[in-house]
């Protein structure tokens, strides 16, 4: 068992590995400025995303294509009775009056109807219209009067009264569905007069290049912007990503692949992921949390053979396994452990790779020993069965990283935007490169500008913002998209992400300093919640930092210190300030002396959706934050 066996499995099926050919475009130093990975399946020129439960349905019937949960059991969907169920719920939505071209909002969390629902509205010819189901009516007016959605469908009561409160002042109000209030079961029953055909009809009147889907971004730097997605563009993300990794999640493995999804599936990784699992006809669960006390369970009881997520699942994950150990008085133990765990992944990638003789007796000795003791655990976590994972959102920490592989979990990185239809670039299976976010999605092309900011071109790039002609024009320049990220490409054309261009900080000395690395390491430690670097026209460079409240609680439960400790003591109390700068330490680690972090501050509360701090998809709104902020700011500098 571990990351020994796993590689040495994954060498025999090299040929896996060698399909991807990527082109080099070097400048006249020699530096790799472009890299062109060509697509392993070709372009859509008919049909479109809708068909994919069809097909399914043709091809194999009775093939398990999802597992819904159930009070703790799981039961299989197979193909025919999903293609089913879409049928039904679309049938509905034309009853409900869907016109071919328009548009529905579907405001909910991950979950089985969801599924169901997106794949009905582009039967029934429509176009979805994601909504976090965190946002606010504020938030839900914009995204439903910029796209013109006449049909809302959320998931509770509360979510509902959301969008009731949000879009009272429109002229004509949405119509509007529950899902929680039996809206599927409703619209089937709503739909049964409308003929099949009339479903096939619309579906049939598709082409790639209909639009599908209206994501609206983040909103980082002001309000969202609707990207308008092709079935053209969903076809390039999902099939080309299915056919790049589903051989090593079926083939390497010899296991019949699963996943359980449980990021939002408002965020367009989310869905990209479902459709290529649909495609691929991989197992596919869902989840409606995040939070590791609600996710836990159901990674047991399902047990995926992979999974896909963000930094922040894998960070709590380890974060709670050393909480756990330092209950127990053995703190320590895990510390070593995880010390053993990063050098244990570090040898033996670097002898998969022909760079290293991997893993000594005493580094082998070590690992089987903590093997028993701590990384069994962490797979355990998991569901007992993956060992491997995708993450994206944000830069994974390169230790971390190590430490999942010495643990079993091999995890490959990918970076993309809304605009991207979710991965522009994937570390590609049987190729791991921790520290970076892999080479371009086979399709699709990057380039470094003279500026360093990536530019993405492929089939995956959007065409436009919704109602947005001069943002578009902003972006897009000869079918490249100007990323707003900095970037650089290695010598073997995989990408590693530095900054955002627009957060850039300049300090008085003239230092120009990228502030994502150091508050993605920041984040990566187990006391802290969020952060963020300062130091625009300053003289050096300074943070913000939360903590984490769990993290917290369990920091005073180990030290005999009350649950009620005032925000203000506990910022005073030099171990925990010891601690923290531990954190700040490690971040400093990554960058040189004049980037490096000289003083911190630590602040109460936390950076939430509901403060305006956050955005879903758990992004510090930075200008927000710094207009938040500013007397603890000029403190900083006061000191």
């Known amino acids: ?163 009731t409160t949000g879009t009272a002042g429109h002229p004509e109000p949405p119509l509007l569905y529950v899902l929680d209030a039996d809206a599927l079961p409703e619209l089937t029953a709503l739909g049964r007069d409308i003929p099949d055909e009339e479903v096939t009809k619309r579906r049939s009147a598709l082409t790639p290049d209909t639009v599908a889907t209206i994501c609206y971004t983040s909103g980082t730097t002001g309000q969202p912007k609707g990207c308008v997605l092709t079935h053209a563009n969903l076809h390039a993300q999902a099939a080309n990503m299915a056919e790049l990794a589903h051989p090593l999640f079926k083939e390497v493995t010899g296991q019949v692949a699963s996943t359980l999804l449980f990021l939002p599936l408002a965020h367009i990784m989310g869905r990209g992921l479902q459709i290529a699992c649909l495609m691929a006809r991989i197992e596919l669960g869902h989840c409606p949390s995040l939070k590791p006390d609600e996710l836990r369970p159901a990674l047991r009881e399902f047990r995926p053979t ?13 974060a709670t396994g050393r909480a756990t150990a330092e209950k127990m008085g053995r703190a320590a133990s895990f510390d070593r452990a995880h010390r053993v765990g990063v050098r244990f992944g570090a040898a033996s990638l670097d002898r998969f ?43 994974l920490d390169r230790d971390l990283n190590l430490f999942f592989a010495g643990a079993g979990i091999i995890v490959y990185e990918g970076y993309g935007l809304t605009e991207t239809t979710a991965a522009a670039t994937v570390v590609p299976p049987l190729e791991p490169r921790p520290g970076t976010v892999g080479v371009p999605l086979p399709g699709t092309a990057v380039r470094i500008a003279d500026d360093g900011e990536v530019l993405v071109k492929g089939g995956i790039v959007f065409g436009a913002y919704w109602n947005n002609p001069a943002a578009t024009d902003d972006v897009l320049s000869n079918e490249w998209f100007a990323t707003g990220d900095l970037g650089a490409l290695d010598e ?56 984490d409240p769990d993290a917290v609680a369990h920091w005073l439960a180990v030290r005999g210190l009350p649950a009620d400790t005032p925000p203000a003591d506990l910022a005073a109390d030099p171990r925990m300030r010891d601690d923290v700068q531990r954190a700040v330490d490690h971040a400093n680690a990554a960058v040189s002396r004049a980037e490096s972090i000289r003083a911190f501050r630590l602040v109460p509360g936390e950076f939430t959706e509901d403060n305006g701090l956050l955005t879903p998809s758990l992004k510090v709104k930075r200008h927000a934050a710094l207009a938040a902020y500013a007397d603890e700011i000029e403190a900083l500098y006061r000191t």
């Not at 992979?306 to 380890?318: A, D, M, Q, S, T």
Request: net charge positive; glycine share 10%.
């Open 492 to 547: 073997d054309g995989y990408l590693t992400i530095t900054g955002r261009k627009k957060d850039i900080i300049v300090t008085s000395g003239g230092k120009n300093v990228a502030p994502a690395v150091l508050e993605d390491r920041l984040r990566g430690r187990a006391l802290v919640g969020q952060c963020l670097v300062v130091g625009d026209n300053r003289p050096f460079v300074a943070a913000l930092i939360t903590l």
């Open 306 to 318: 992979f999974l896909v997520g963000v930094p922040y699942l894998f960070e709590k994950i380890h």
């Open 1 to 163: 068992m571990g990351v020994r066996k796993d590689l040495r499995r994954a060498r025999q099926h090299a040929d896996l590995a060698a399909r991807r050919r990527t082109e080099l475009i070097r400048d006249e130093t020699g530096t790799v400025r472009e890299a062109r990975t060509a697509p392993l399946v070709p372009a859509a020129t008919t049909g479109s995303i809708a068909d994919v439960p069809f097909t399914n349905a043709a091809e194999a019937p009775d093939a398990v294509v999802l597992r819904r949960g159930e009070n703790g059991t799981w039961r299989p969907v197979t193909a025919a009775a999903f293609a089913r169920e879409v049928t039904d719920a679309a049938k509905g939505l034309i009853a409900a009056g869907l016109e071919p071209g328009g548009r529905v909002a579907l405001m909910s969390r991950t979950r089985y109807e969801w599924t169901v629902l997106d794949f009905a509205i582009w039967a029934a010819g429509g176009q979805s219209v994601p909504i976090y189901a965190t946002s606010s009516a504020q938030q839900v007016e914009w995204i439903v009067r910029d796209s013109g959605a006449r049909l809302v469908i959320a998931e509770t009561a509360d979510n509902a009264a959301t969008v």
């Open 353 to 395: 790779l022909s760079r290293g003789k991997g893993p000594g007796l005493r580094l082998y000795a070590a690992w089987a020993l903590y093997d028993l003791l701590v990384y069994r655990r962490i797979r355990k976590e998991l569901g007992g069965r993956a060992r491997y994972a995708i993450s994206g959102g944000s830069p």
